[in-house]
């Protein structure tokens, strides 16, 4: 019979799943595991530090629907933990692999390095366990690989991470090949009747509403979804919608589509379109702060058709049904009934003021900026935007179909958007879909990951870094210490670092002070056709923020104060 | 009744305790505490990601005995993490401050960010809970500051992290400002009678030994029992040695130190003396595996007088008694009894083999960098060495009294160097002792963390950043992949890197890529008397390591071939 090291079986499990690169931090107790990731026909990417790490497996996951971290047992997978968190409540799927010492060595009763000195092993599985779906530390060869289909399915079922801590004594046992062969139950089913009743309730409410609308948002596991999402557009013709997490699935080059909806953060036609509809579907609604300007939002529930991983709620009523099942045979259904013949189609609606197209002479304001930034992304391009003014300024720039766009509006943790790009960026590849990989961020935000750039500008990526320098973490003055020592971050050269982090590549550095010259770069083709790594320094005003987040704080402010 | 916020409560309490700096990254649920830093009297540094700052706490501790870092909630705490687990096994008291939603915002049943999206907010606070000796979050302010009292005192008597969350509105609530003249119970307090009996069976031992030694290690919450063990080895006038982890607590320039002792790693004088004492004074003995050549060893337990914070034991009795109240009483009754007269003292041994003078042209090798770097090093210098071969190689510089010297033999998490070294600079110059800062790192340790130069080249600190630059992970190559891809790094211009840092200052970079360059620099009186930060990328041969560290790779694989 044939056999392979479990080591092995794991890896080669994750390429069945389409995963083909992990990401990760070498460590000692790791080191015997990764003599395997190679044989299994995966490629190591390994990453200057695991927080950098975890982020770029939550960008690859993102788009390629599941990815591998690995790290070593304690400091190592510690510093992941950041990371693994923004995969959990943004539903990304991510397994984290930690490397043990042996089961001898934990016998011994000796203090080894990297534990807690009380030759105890299951600190780190335990606090891993708060962020993640199902968890094993492999003990036993012979269960070993039904504990680690164990995990893949549950990881792939909630479409959230998952943890295994395997020996280094139990990488290099033995199993039957065969155990390959075992179906893996990946992901969410259809319910059967349950499906059958929600969508039945649906296209009930859909029979006699005369306006709805569809709003793409970002939660329950997009990936898993996303295609159905332009489906249901295009077969509806209603006017459609995203949110800060929902952006980046349906274009808005569409001539239905209306903007993006988060409550007063909204443009004043959107708002008004989103707020008058009778019949809201509502796809992976994720009601967090960041997504839903401060929870401003402005509908009745009972007009709105949640449509979740693992239930849909029409109105007041929840089915135990699945969207990703429901979906595509609402789709169908919708294309084969008659009710786009009983209502009025929607015109199109001028939800965005037209653009000023002169330049002003000054410092770039956030105003100007993200509206101008439009007619530089194109399809194809995989976007990333920081929490922060990023986040809300991108809104501003319309993302045609077939661009990839992400960024955190649950987890909302400084640094990603760099670290996430990588993976994002090295997936797009394997995927023969990658184009050019912006990312937007702010100065603060980068200094926590800056040591990102080093791994973003290899592996044959050619990034765009637009970096909105503002002396500090300007959206933290909104909250609170406007003028306070403690918002403001050091002053970097950032063209420097991006030199020095990739000393033998040739790279682009600009320091764009004025929006006259960030424009005049914007228009050259050489820019917008790069071959080479991109940093782009914008000085911008520390109090700037865009007119969105202006609007939120604003609010905020008026009912804190009534 | 004159009233004070519990956010400054907080603050003052530290203050009373030593602490003037509190370290972190601002984010939003944190910043209304933040506000209250400095009208408590304390200095706020920012850092530029969490797991810098949980370093930089750490290294600050270690030389003025408590530390605090404040985070955000969420993604700002779960960063520090990897810090704080060293801090906890390597009985480094810092006190993890997090800012916490509001209780209003919690019980509003809404999604906020930072959260897992579950609208439950012990997730982190049980992770925190496995690295620290004390967890508080404060909700009832009628107890805040008992619990804020209650934290407090655990870190200092267990000489580890504790844990604190305090939410926006806790913050600003008043309490009576004479809480602040409750008295804090701080230390291990003597054990009375426990003491008296274990330092009568330690003089019974000492009076028919024939060659008692003290070994100098690093356990047991060094800071609180450092001072004593200067007086012990005076009094005692025996041969005395150190360990990895001890290194730096009495200066090596002593005519009776005898060399480190780290099993088949140690050289042969300094083992041969260590293993035929017939009476071991160990002092904060920590039997981790880098602190003790792998567990080679070779003394016999019943010989060894074993001091830690809350036993002593002598041969096989164990006594409740505690080391920093003993020790000082140790010292006094040695003096006064006429043990020294009892036996022939000892002449000092010639443990370390004569440097050679001549300067090789070729690259710098292990086996002459680290001697050669003893002449550079002066009292009242710090240095910070981290783990790898910089932790093994450092053993081979000559500390004289008066040094400062840390590394991590226990958690051994690779980054820490440079993190530290910026909270110790802080911490000497508050207590007046700053000379200059010496970081030793490798080129792939410093990956994980580089962004801290830029704090490190700051706040009037003028650091010297040793880089053994060596293509990889070399001490991993040692454990398992000699040449494979993955404990390769990639190449970064840390020159560039060290510059753009800090870019509105001087400071000096040079590339070493030889030993005869290195020495030039190193004889250079501009150089050792620098006012201006300074970085030597320093080329080393990637599968080059220290003989102590091969000696001990040697051994455990001839054990295992055995």
Redesign the interface.
């Known amino acids: 019979m044939a056999e392979i090291r479990i080591g092995e079986y794991l890896f080669r499990r994750l390429k069945q799943m389409g995963i083909e690169t992990a990401f990760g931090?070498?460590?000692?107790y790791e080191?015997?595991l990764?003599?395997y990731?190679e044989p299994a026909g995966l490629n190591?990417i390994?990453t200057?530090?695991?927080?950098v790490g975890a982020y770029a497996a939550d960008g690859y996951a993102r788009l390629k629907g599941a990815a591998a971290l690995v790290t070593t047992f304690?400091?190592?997978e510690?510093?992941a933990?950041?990371g693994l968190?923004?995969s959990?409540?943004?539903m990304v799927p991510v397994l984290h692999i930690v490397g043990y010492p042996s089961f001898a060595a934990q016998a011994s009763g000796?203090?080894?390095?990297?534990?807690?000195?009380?030759k105890s092993y299951d600190?780190?599985v335990?606090?891993s366990s708060?962020?993640s779906c199902a968890t094993a530390v492999l003990k036993d060869p012979s269960n070993a690989t039904a504990e680690i289909d164990r995990v893949l399915n549950a990881m792939m079922y909630h479409s959230q991470p998952g943890y295994i801590g395997i020996t280094e004594d139990v990488v290099k046992t033995l199993v039957p090949a065969s155990s390959l062969d075992a179906t893996m139950i990946h992901m969410a089913l259809s319910s059967g009747t349950e499906d059958d009743r929600a969508l039945a309730a649906i296209m009930a409410a859909l029979e006699v509403s005369k306006n709805p609308i569809v709003i793409v948002d970002g939660g329950a596991g997009r990936s898993s979804w996303a295609t159905h999402a332009i489906e249901l557009v295009k077969a509806l013709k209603s006017l459609h919608f995203n949110t800060v997490m929902g952006k980046g699935i349906v274009g808005e080059d569409d001539p239905l589509f209306a903007g993006c909806y988060a409550g007063v953060g909204s443009l004043p036609a959107t708002s008004k379109a989103v707020e008058q509809s009778d019949c809201i579907l509502w796809l992976g609604h994720?009601?967090?702060?960041?997504n839903t300007g401060m929870?401003t939002e402005d509908v009745k529930s009972s007009l709105v058709i949640d449509f979740q991983r693992f239930h849909i709620t029409v109105g007041q009523k929840q089915f135990q049904a699945r969207m990703n099942t429901v979906l595509p045979r609402l789709c169908e259904t919708i294309k084969s009934s008659s009710i786009l013949s009983q209502r009025t189609l929607p015109a199109p609606v001028e939800y965005f003021p037209e653009v000023p197209l002169e330049v002003p002479s000054s410092i770039i304001s956030q105003a100007w900026l993200w509206p101008r930034l439009s007619s530089f992304v194109k399809p194809g391009d995989m976007i990333v935007a920081e929490?922060g003014t990023s986040q809300i300024g991108a809104l501003a720039t319309k993302t045609p179909q077939g661009v990839y766009y992400w960024t955190q509006?649950?987890?909302?943790?400084?640094?990603y958007a760099i670290g996430a790009a990588v993976g994002a960026a090295i997936a797009g590849k394997e995927l023969g879909q990658y184009h050019r990989m912006i990312v937007f961020t702010g100065e603060g935000s980068l200094?926590?990951?800056?040591?990102a750039m080093?791994?973003l500008n290899?592996h044959g990526v050619v990034p765009y870094v637009f970096i909105l320098n503002n002396n500090g973490?300007t959206?933290?003055r909104y909250?609170?210490?406007w003028d306070?020592?403690?918002?403001?971050?050091?002053?970097?050269?950032?063209?420097?670092?991006f030199?020095?982090?990739?000393?033998?590549l040739t790279t682009n550095t600009v320091k764009a002070r004025s929006a006259a010259e960030l424009d005049k770069l914007l228009s050259e083709e050489s820019f917008q056709n790069a071959t080479i790594p991109q940093c782009i320094d914008m000085t911008l005003d520390k109090y700037d923020a865009p007119a969105g987040l202006r609007a939120i704080f604003d609010f905020k402010k008026k009912m804190a104060g009534a």
Chains 1, 2 share one sequence.
């Open positions: 931090v070498p460590g000692d080191l015997a990764l003599n990731v190591w390994g200057p530090n695991e927080l304690g400091p190592g510690l510093s933990l950041c968190g923004g959990f409540c943004e000796q203090i080894l390095h990297h534990t807690l000195g009380d600190h780190y335990r606090m708060e962020l994720m009601p967090s702060d960041f929870f929490t509006a649950v987890w909302g943790s400084i640094g200094q926590l990951t800056v040591q080093s791994i290899r973490y959206v933290e909250f609170e210490g306070a020592a403690y918002n403001d971050v050091p002053e970097w050269d950032y063209s420097g670092l030199r020095s982090f990739a000393p033998n």
